[in-house]
């Protein structure tokens, strides 16, 4: 049988820095409407801070941009939350979602990202286009309890 989208939200925020804890504080209290566990939530906090994070950091580096956040919520308990970008896009995604790669030459960031979206989700997909952006998709099943 196949999941029904119970509830949906969509946002769309300027790539500040400072805009980063407002979409994860948004997206947790958003899901909680599914009651999570604890570290159900603080694994859904830690994926979209990453996500966003690599918008403000890696696709608009020129200048700030919209970040685009799109969450699903399903009758069996998953999660889906897309997070998009119009940004600079990523020549080698494969690369880039390797543990310790980063495109960072300041030092400041470990290259980690991906790495921690993908040990947070039950799956992670990571699609872009060089000069139209990446789309992080992220799928996480909650264990629900069903009344």
Same mark, same amino acid.
């Given at each position: 049988?196949?999941?029904k989208v119970i509830?949906?939200?969509?946002?769309?925020?300027?790539?500040?820095?400072?805009?980063?804890?407002?979409?994860?504080?948004?997206?947790?209290?958003?899901?909680?409407?599914?009651?999570?566990t604890?570290?159900?939530?603080?694994?859904?906090?830690t994926?979209?801070?990453?996500?966003?994070?690599?918008c403000?950091?890696?696709?608009?580096?020129?200048?700030?941009?919209k970040?685009?956040?799109?969450?699903?919520?399903?009758?069996?308990?998953?999660l889906?939350?897309?997070?998009?970008?119009?940004?600079?896009?990523?020549?080698?995604?494969?690369?880039?979602?390797?543990?310790?790669?980063? !495109? $960072?030459?300041?030092?400041? @960031?470990?290259g980690? +990202? #991906?790495?921690?979206?993908?040990?947070? !989700? $039950?799956?992670?997909t990571? @699609?872009?286009?060089? +000069? #139209?952006?990446?789309?992080?998709?992220? !799928?996480?099943?909650?264990?629900?309890?069903?009344?």
């Open positions: 049988m196949k999941s509830n949906e939200m969509n946002m769309v925020i300027p790539s500040y820095s400072v805009n980063e804890s407002y979409a994860r504080y948004a997206v947790s209290a958003f899901v909680a409407q599914m009651d999570p604890v570290d159900e939530l603080g694994d859904i906090r994926v979209v801070s990453e996500a966003v994070t690599n403000v950091v890696h696709a608009y580096r020129d200048a700030p941009g970040i685009y956040i799109s969450v699903k919520c399903y009758d069996d308990g998953k889906r939350v897309k997070i998009r970008d119009k940004g600079c896009g990523i020549a080698d995604v494969k690369k880039a979602m390797e543990p310790l790669f980063t !495109t $960072d030459t300041t030092g400041e @960031r470990g980690m +990202g #991906f790495a921690i979206m993908e040990s947070f !989700t $039950d799956k992670l990571v @699609r872009s286009s060089l +000069g #139209f952006g990446t789309t992080v998709t992220m !799928t996480k099943c909650l264990n629900i309890v069903r009344k």
